[in-house]
């Protein structure tokens, strides 16, 4: 078997056996890998490449907008909806114009997101610690 296929069957176990935070931190930095190779891609007239890598990102971006539970998330649900939308709008921008500003844009909004979804898996992890330590 090659490193491809090792690699592969690696990423897959680690999906399967992630946690739901887990994965949304995986799908964050997908998106954020996608966002800046879509404007290498544009910087080096790599058409098909912008193109692939903008449609990984605009999916993983509307997975997490599809994930979204308006019901316990409420107003913070409503208000990740809108920034989805937004990057949504922006990533179609920047690949009809090929503007790497509007891609950046996006990466800028994702990179925020991720750092906040991390401190709060953080934060929560700390908090169960705390709550078996005083079981």
């Not at 930095?29 to 404007?39: D, Q």
């Not at 539970?69 to 649900?77: P, S, V, Y």
């Not at 922006?90 to 906040?116: H, Q, R, W």
């Amino acid at each position: 078997m090659n490193n491809k296929h090792y690699s592969n069957a690696y990423k897959k176990t680690s999906i399967l056996t992630a946690s739901k935070s887990e994965i949304l931190i995986m799908l964050y930095e997908g998106a954020i890998h996608n966002v800046k190779k879509a404007s290498y891609c544009i910087e080096k007239d790599d058409v098909a490449g912008k193109g692939m890598a903008i449609v990984k990102a605009h999916d993983i971006i509307n997975e997490l907008s599809n994930t979204l539970n308006f019901e316990i998330g409420g107003k913070i649900a409503e208000d990740l909806e809108q920034l989805y939308n937004f990057m949504t709008d922006e990533l179609i921008k920047g690949n009809m114009n090929n503007s790497v500003e509007s891609l950046k844009s996006v990466e800028k909004l994702l990179t925020t997101l991720l750092d906040g979804w991390k401190g709060a898996v953080r934060k929560g992890s700390k908090n169960e610690n705390t709550q078996a330590d005083k079981k």
